[in-house]
């Protein structure tokens, strides 16, 4: 076999192990670097390390570690027992609630979205008898729906790959395609499971408690804890508007943001570091630095130029589309969109498919597909779903994810793709 496809079979293996037991898929790449590079290769460690993404640690960490101390204050918290506040009595607005809420703790930088939503939303379904597949899906689309705001994980990766090349990228129609998408499912899956709920109320959607440190049994917040709720969420705002109005680093902001309210309380965040998502940090930087020794490899090279040479521009972009929903589905979208990103390369350079659509399509196709029971946020719904029948909701998991993945590929690949390329 040659290096181009044992580099690639590498690749393949990662991902099935990584589907089928509980090992970090960076971890593996990182080690596949440095087996690959430098035994089938014969690169240096230095020009292996070359490929280590420093900007992109730098983002995540300080994306995370960010909204680690949002958490940690009871900032997120406050946000969402604020806005139950809003819908009190109103079972439909309930729903759409924790679509918006997911979304937008989605788009201010916290990869956990669904984590933190999914166990409060579920819990309210089954208190009111509204449907869980309903609910949790509807948490899931919101944050996915989100997952291309600057300040978030994804959004950050793409926009840091895409900024490398010649080619033209729009932030805005990064974030807003996929948020379309996952608004249209959302719709239709609302239409479907949840009209009856226009017809109910209640009088009383119970508050979650403030379990955050420093909240008395009374139910009183100390003043110090108040004074640094209202700095972080000045501070999430800042970062916000600095990296979408004024393109500031939103790593670097946000380590400096952070940095600031630590040194505000710093007895209270001793433990901070803990709330760092290194394994996601791990996954996304040991991926890219696999991708570099298969790109010195010529494998992206070698696999993209097949996808280009089918002959048809679009339908090759569609069976890109579909290959990162398929894989996804299965596995890290991260990871997914850092293959899928640069076999489109050599397609893209041609000119013969729009740049910012198909980027925004595979992006897309790459996260919507996290409705699978299979997935981290799927398998969220999964575990905090209040229902007697888990197999059957399982069951019923499984065929919406389907759906999906059937779906969901056409759909983006006829709106944002076709229009650019015709």
Known sequence: MTPQLVSLAVLVAMFVVATLYPINLGLMAFAAAFVVGALLLGMSVDDIVAGFP?????????????????????????????AIRLVRGRLWAVVWLMFALAATLMALGSIMAVAMVAPIALGIAARHRIDPLLMGFMVVHGALGAGFSPLSVYGAFVNGMIAKTDLPHSPLLLF?????????????????????????????????????DGATGGGRTPRALLFQRAATLLGLVALFVGAAGFGVDVGFA??????????????????????????????????????????????????????????????????????GGVVSAFGSSIGTLGITLPLAMPLLLTGEVGAIGLVAALAACATIVDVSPFSTNGAMVLANAQVEDRDRFYRRMVAYSGLVVGLAPLLVWGAAVVPGTL
Request: charged share 10%; net charge negative; hydrophobic share 55%.
């Open 254 to 323: 946000a380590i400096c943001i952070g940095v600031v309210l630590v040194l505000m309380a710093p007895r209270s965040y001793a433990d901070i570091l803990d709330r760092v998502s290194w394994s996601t940090i791990t996954l996304v930087c040991g991926m890219m630095t696999y991708m570099a020794v298969l790109d010195s490899a010529g494998t992206i090279d070698m696999a993209g130029e097949a996808v280009a040479g089918l002959g048809v521009p679009l339908v090759a972009a569609l069976l890109l589309c579909y290959v």
């Open 176 to 212: 807003l395609i996929p948020f379309a998408l996952n608004l249209a499912f959302a719709l239709v899956l609302f239409l479907t499971l949840g009209r009856p709920l226009l017809r109910s109320s209640t009088g009383s959607v119970p508050l979650e408690k403030d379990t955050s």
């Open 54 to 82: 420093g900007d992109m640690f730098i983002t995540l960490g300080g994306i995370t570690f960010l909204f680690g101390i949002a958490q940690a204050n009871g900032t997120v918290d406050l946000i969402i027992s604020s």
